[in-house]
């Protein structure tokens, strides 16, 4: 679940993002490696010394406001027991909501999320209005002391993004994308390194909803409203049992950022414009 970011200062982040190069063609992941060129998403340049680049927010641009709403589909790998008893780590009123206000999302998964509801995760990944991103396998801690998750040894790193793709690819997600989200918000540069081999952007937040656990929908909703600014990406959650109101939050956001003029766009865009 989303808590404050452990943050590296030698990156390749958008406010940097001249000095670390435009957009360079990189190899997608095992899943999509065969796409052509013309049809690969756009990532970041490496950061100082190949360390995988990360991605807060797009331009604030003062005549494109976009805003990219973001949802993580969290499940651990050891919570197969509480799912088979009733515990909803999906969220499908949150996804039909989506589509009912026709609002382009990023939805970060793992991939034990995705063996537990292939079905919903192919649906998602077939959609054009969304696109599926990694979010680990099992969301395992990629740092010592984040927040009580279980940590993965460096060495196993690349394996686990690797594993969420395959089963991405098994339930039938169709191009998953090359983004990353770290499992707590966590990271360092032995995680960036480690995560080199993947050949992802890690895609972070500059807006957290505070919808995990929260019971006021509304509140949830000021936290978005009242954060966010042109280029601003949102972290919110696709786990009904662990962020209960974020359906509801969404009915309030989504309609007080357009009337406000924002234009809510997928996560690649705001990267493309960022690279350019």
């Not at 801690?141 to 940590?151: E, K």
């Not at 499992?183 to 909803?209: E, F, K, M, N």
């Amino acid at each position: 679940m989303i808590t404050p970011v452990r943050r590296v200062t030698t990156l390749c982040l958008l406010a940097t993002l001249a000095a670390c190069g435009t957009q360079q063609p990189r190899p997608r992941p095992t899943a999509t490696t065969s796409a052509p060129a013309a049809s690969r998403p756009p990532t970041l340049a490496p950061g100082p010394a190949g360390l995988t680049p990360v991605f807060e927010h797009g331009p604030r641009s003062r005549t494109d406001k976009s805003v990219a709403l973001t949802f993580d589909a969290d499940m651990t790998a050891d919570q197969g027991a509480r799912a088979a008893a009733g515990e909803r780590f999906d969220n499908p009123e949150l996804i039909a909501t989506l589509r009912r206000l026709r609002v382009p999302a990023t939805v970060f998964m793992t991939g034990r999320w995705a063996e537990e509801y292939p079905i919903q995760a192919r649906n998602i990944g077939k959609d054009p209005l969304f696109e599926v991103a990694n979010h680990s396998y099992g969301h395992h801690a990629f740092t010592d002391d984040c927040h009580g998750l279980r940590t993965m040894k460096a060495g196993r790193i690349a394996s686990d993004v690797e594993r969420a793709y395959r089963a991405f690819r098994k339930a039938g997600v169709r191009d998953p994308m090359p983004y990353f989200r770290f499992p707590g918000g966590c990271y360092d540069r032995r995680a960036l390194r480690a995560l080199g081999a993947a050949g992802v952007t890690a895609v972070q937040w500059d807006v957290a909803s505070g919808d995990t656990f929260a019971t006021d929908a509304d509140a949830v909703a000021r936290e978005v409203v009242e954060g966010v600014r042109p280029g601003s990406v949102v972290v919110m959650h696709c786990t009904s049992s662990a962020a209960p109101v974020t359906e509801r939050a969404v009915r309030i956001i989504v309609p007080e950022l357009r009337k406000r003029g924002f234009r809510l766009v997928k996560v690649s865009e705001l990267v493309e414009a960022a690279a350019q």
